[in-house]
């Protein structure tokens, strides 16, 4: 079976072909870097997405603080992981990359501050 | 009157880059202008991933993206001032601006670069007919709601217009809880990215109407329902596909407009395609001195083409500053065949720039096609092409052997197959 995706990595959303025999990718063209075969075995197996939102942070110059995964977590688990950050709170200052929620449904990733945000 | 030898007029992507770049070149005497608390623009309230592949080899969120320009301004000691307004620039390049600590301010400036970003094109300038409740917001306003201030501004959302704004903040209003019932787009085709056509709508099961526009709104207060209506090949809504939609709020992502009022002022001639400045192939303005770059100066859809763009722009103002204007008179570079807009729009064949990437988007998909670069009947390049849409901007490269001694304009166009 040949499978049509766009890859989400980056901007350019390369139009992949995928080739998919018994659950089992065959092979990938149309990527323009190796992020986009990786993407394609992963979307015919189990999509998985960064995820980017918002936590509340007390002491900094705007009420939120914007927090990404530091790698893709499952796709089907996404909205189950905003609950789980719904309900962080964090205290400034906070530097990029550091680790606000570890380990994030036992997904193995972290998921860490999006920007610096120093204490006012 | 204080004198500077620049002023940046605008402290997100494009002016930290412009910025950046003049200090680089041993300019050192800059001042940034920033409107805002912080610097970063924009990408503040970008916090979806997907910036700086091109810049850093990385996939960043856009406060990350903006964090590593404001380490690299400070590095280079590069003075922004904040809660700062710019609200009068002339032609001889007197920058007037207003903040709490100063009051009202003049500097002359050698050289202005335009840094100033887009803007969203607001309900009045769609004609949406109907009430004026609360409730009806564009993209970008919500989105900075959201991500900067952490208010929700919605429910039940509706979205007016495929743009990429839209379609993240489609992605991003689910995440957060609110049912977002679906996005109208006017034309037959998405004006977004693919790949936010596919994470952000098709990952939730969020609906894309084509061919649809929202044609009334009702409510007194606070918004309650919408109607939307499907449109003709001409755009105009086709009488019995009335449809309405209970929603309390309706996002608008229809157009991104260059910020222009300042160039305006200081009477830069403006091209009617982009909406913004036109420039030369070292990115001056037809006001000498005086730079654009960035989304003030077209709108562009990916940042790390801003960060390049603002670099050249300021590049061209260390040549200005250090040698004068180029030699000889301009010629154009003009829109041909399928080409909606080229930016830069002049070059100068008697002293071309070296390299020049040529930015331009088409009118309508293309399945294939190819990119022909000519001047008058002589063909500088031709390039085959696929799969090209109008969301997606393209590139034309002019070398300098290629500019050097022509005495007729330069033509982008596609050659449909």
Redesign the interface.
């Known amino acids: 079976m040949v499978k049509e995706?766009?890859?989400?990595?980056?901007?350019?959303?390369c139009?992949l072909t995928v080739e998919v025999e018994n659950d089992q990718v065959i092979s990938v063209s149309g990527n323009s870097c190796p992020r986009g075969e990786e993407y394609a075995k992963s979307e015919c197996i189990r999509?998985a997405?960064?995820?980017?939102?918002?936590v509340?942070i007390e002491g900094a110059?705007?009420?939120?603080l914007?927090v990404?995964t530091e790698r893709e977590i499952p796709?089907d688990m996404?909205?189950e992981a905003?609950d789980a950050v719904r309900g962080i709170h964090v205290k400034a200052p906070v530097k990029?990359g550091d680790v606000i929620a570890a380990d994030l449904l036992g997904t193995g990733v972290n998921l860490v501050a999006?920007?610096?945000m120093d204490r006012v | 009157m204080k004198k500077v030898q620049a002023i940046i007029i605008g402290g997100g992507s494009a002016g930290l880059s412009a910025a950046v770049t003049l200090k680089k070149n041993g300019i050192e005497d800059i001042l940034v202008i920033e409107k805002d608390e912080e610097p970063g623009g924009i990408l503040e309230q970008c916090i979806h991933n997907g910036f700086g592949l091109h810049t850093f080899k990385e996939q960043l969120s856009g406060p990350a993206y903006a964090e590593r320009f404001i380490r690299m301004a400070e590095e280079q000691n590069v003075r922004i001032l904040l809660n700062t307004m710019v609200t009068k620039l002339t032609a001889d390049r007197v920058v007037e601006y207003v903040n709490p600590e100063e009051g009202t301010v003049q500097v002359q400036a050698d050289a202005v670069i335009l840094a100033v970003g887009c803007y969203e094109r607001p309900r009045g300038g769609i004609n949406i007919t109907g009430t004026r409740p609360a409730g009806i917001y564009t993209a970008g306003q919500a989105q900075r709601y959201l991500n900067i201030d952490g208010y929700m501004v919605g429910k039940r959302v509706f979205i007016l217009g495929s743009g990429d704004i839209g379609l993240i903040m489609a992605r991003r209003m689910t995440l957060e809880g609110a049912k977002v019932v679906g996005v109208a787009e006017l034309m037959p085709y998405s004006n977004g990215l693919p790949r936010n056509m596919k994470q952000c709508l098709e990952d939730f099961n969020i609906p894309l109407y084509l061919s649809h526009t929202v044609t009334e709104v009702f409510g007194k207060d606070r918004l309650e329902k919408i109607e939307m209506m499907e449109v003709d090949e001409n755009r105009n809504p086709i009488p019995g596909t009335e449809q309405d939609i209970d929603v309390d709020t309706l996002l608008l992502s229809v157009g991104l407009i260059p910020e222009n009022h300042l160039a305006d002022q200081a009477g830069i001639k403006m091209d009617p395609s982009t909406k913004g400045p036109f420039v030369d192939d070292r990115y001056m303005t037809s006001v000498e001195g005086i730079f654009a770059c960035g989304n003030g100066l077209h709108v562009h859809d990916l940042v790390d083409y801003v960060t390049l763009q603002a670099a050249k722009a300021a590049e061209g103002a260390v040549s200005y500053l250090q040698n004068g204007k180029p030699q000889g008179e301009p010629l154009r570079i003009q829109n041909g065949n399928q080409v909606s807009y080229c930016v830069p729009s002049q070059f100068y064949p008697q002293d071309p720039a070296e390299k020049v990437t040529v930015y331009f988007r088409v009118r309508t998909p293309l399945d294939k096609g190819t990119l022909v670069i000519r001047s008058g009947d002589k063909i500088i390049r031709s390039v085959k092409k696929r799969k090209l849409v109008p969301s997606v901007m393209e590139e034309a490269l002019l070398l300098k052997k290629d500019m050097e001694g022509l005495t007729e304009p330069i033509t982008i166009e596609i050659a449909e197959e």
Do not use: E, F, K, Q
Not at chain 1, 5 to 13: A, D, I
Not at chain 1, 49 to 54: E, H, K
Not at chain 1, 61 to 64: E, M, Y
């Open positions: 995706l766009v890859c989400v990595n980056c901007p350019l959303g139009r999509p997405r960064i995820l980017t939102t918002t509340r110059i705007h009420r939120v914007p990404i796709l996404v909205m905003m990029v999006a920007r610096s």
